[in-house]
């Protein structure tokens, strides 16, 4: 239903539009004050890049931080990451991650990105505190922070917006009644925007995500997903449909396609309801992070790698390579 309202299909939109102008109004005033002064924003002692995005939901956000990550370590820059860290709830902030350290306490993107990139990580509401924490603890060149855009009390050198390219903007209204944190004219001030599939447009770069090979949670086995027989697909993401349609596009025709709330909580008991002995799982790996623990032999996720194209890339990189050293 909540699909229907923000792209405009349901009329039900009107209804949120009051709650929608005051949603507005309130990240209005708190962006001005920033602005004019009123509020002052921390700024770390080294270059501090944000990936956000200006919607509500998934747009392959965290591909790009760890895509980025990435790239940056291949060119020698010792890169720090800071999240919310959403869906988890450490008895403490701010929470530098180790390997001990569980979805529950830290959010599953966050476990992720630590597990793919073994980049530091720190996750905290208020992230100037996450990127003190890796400062204290980390020779970094260079801080990462994984959503945060709207987050003004952390000054930033760099801003890089992802959208999703296929549902783009929506019917363009402030949540509640539509999916935008800003308007689009956010995009204006930014200095990259990302658009994950559909066509980009003009001055945009255009990325999509890549399958890997499917991977056993149990024993790390990796396997053509289309290997894979009696599958049920399970999506714990902001945009579940954009994961089955990759299995699809994979050959994979799952016999059931579980959609799960975004950073949904799991336990063993939630996931063995799903399917019967005879049947195999395929998940995310953001789900899989949450999963490891109590998996069983059957499970696999698939993982999936941002892919950006064109000459803006490079020279994104080259810019932060730049700022960092």
Same mark, same amino acid.
């Given at each position: 239903?909540?699909?229907?309202?923000?792209?405009?299909? /349901?009329?039900?939109?009107?209804?949120?539009?009051?709650?929608?102008?005051?949603?507005?109004? @309130?990240? $209005? @005033?708190?962006?001005?004050?920033?602005?004019?002064?009123?509020?002052?924003?921390?700024?770390?002692? @080294?270059?501090?890049? *944000?990936?956000? !995005?200006?919607?509500?939901?998934?747009?392959?956000?965290?591909?790009?931080?760890?895509?980025?990550?990435?790239?940056?370590?291949?060119? $020698?820059?010792?890169?720090?990451?800071?999240?919310?860290?959403?869906?988890?709830?450490?008895? /403490?902030?701010?929470?530098?991650? !180790? /390997?001990?350290?569980?979805? #529950?306490?830290? $959010?599953?993107?966050? @476990?992720?990105?630590?597990?793919?990139? $073994?980049?530091?990580?720190?996750?905290?509401?208020?992230?100037?505190? #996450?990127? #003190?924490?890796?400062?204290?603890?980390? !020779?970094?060149?260079?801080?990462?922070?994984?959503?945060?855009?709207?987050?003004?009390?952390?000054?930033?050198?760099?801003?890089?917006?992802?959208?999703?390219?296929?549902?783009?903007?929506?019917?363009?209204?402030?949540?509640?009644?539509?999916?935008?944190?800003?308007? *689009? /004219?956010?995009?204006?001030?930014?200095? #990259?925007?990302?658009?994950?599939?559909?066509?980009?447009?003009?001055?945009?770069?255009?990325?999509?995500?890549a399958p890997g090979l499917a991977v056993n949670l149990r024993t790390g086995e990796r396997r053509d997903v289309a290997q894979l027989h009696n599958v049920v697909a399970m999506a714990g993401i902001g945009h579940p449909p954009r994961?089955?349609?990759? +299995?699809?596009?994979?050959?994979?025709?799952?016999?059931?396609?579980?959609?799960?709330?975004?950073?949904?909580? +799991?336990?063993?008991?939630?996931? !063995?309801?799903?399917?019967?002995?005879?049947?195999?799982?395929?998940?995310?790996?953001?789900?899989?992070?949450?999963?490891?623990?109590?998996?069983?032999?059957?499970?696999?996720?698939?993982? *999936?790698?941002?892919?950006?194209?064109?000459?803006?890339?490079?020279?994104?990189?080259?810019?932060?390579?730049?700022?960092?050293?």
């Amino acid at each position: 239903m909540i699909a229907r309202i923000w792209s405009g299909e /349901s009329p039900l939109w009107r209804l949120l539009l009051p709650l929608s102008w005051l949603y507005g109004l @309130v990240s $209005g @005033v708190i962006r001005l004050c920033y602005r004019l002064g009123f509020k002052r924003a921390w700024r770390a002692p @080294v270059p501090v890049v *944000v990936v956000g !995005n200006l919607t509500a939901g998934g747009n392959g956000k965290t591909p790009v931080v760890i895509w980025l990550v990435e790239q940056l370590q291949r060119r $020698g820059i010792r890169v720090g990451v800071v999240s919310r860290g959403y869906g988890g709830k450490a008895a /403490s902030y701010p929470l530098l991650l !180790n /390997s001990e350290t569980t979805t #529950a306490e830290a $959010g599953d993107e966050p @476990v992720l990105i630590f597990q793919r990139t $073994g980049a530091p990580v720190a996750v905290s509401p208020d992230r100037a505190e #996450a990127v #003190a924490a890796i400062l204290a603890n980390h !020779n970094v060149d260079i801080i990462v922070t994984d959503d945060g855009l709207q987050h003004y009390r952390l000054a930033r050198d760099v801003e890089i917006v992802v959208v999703d390219g296929v549902r783009r903007f929506g019917n363009g209204w402030w949540l509640p009644a539509g999916p935008m944190r800003e308007r *689009v /004219s956010r995009l204006k001030s930014v200095d #990259a925007v990302i658009t994950n599939g559909g066509i980009p447009h003009a001055g945009e770069i255009p990325m999509r995500l890549a399958p890997g090979l499917a991977v056993n949670l149990r024993t790390g086995e990796r396997r053509d997903v289309a290997q894979l027989h009696n599958v049920v697909a399970m999506a714990g993401i902001g945009h579940p449909p954009r994961f089955f349609a990759t +299995l699809e596009a994979c050959g994979v025709h799952p016999q059931k396609c579980v959609p799960l709330a975004d950073h949904q909580a +799991l336990t063993a008991e939630d996931v !063995n309801a799903l399917l019967s002995n005879a049947q195999t799982l395929i998940m995310t790996e953001k789900d899989a992070v949450k999963c490891r623990a109590f998996a069983r032999d059957n499970w696999w996720y698939l993982p *999936v790698d941002a892919c950006l194209s064109g000459a803006e890339p490079e020279a994104l990189l080259e810019k932060l390579t730049s700022l960092a050293r």
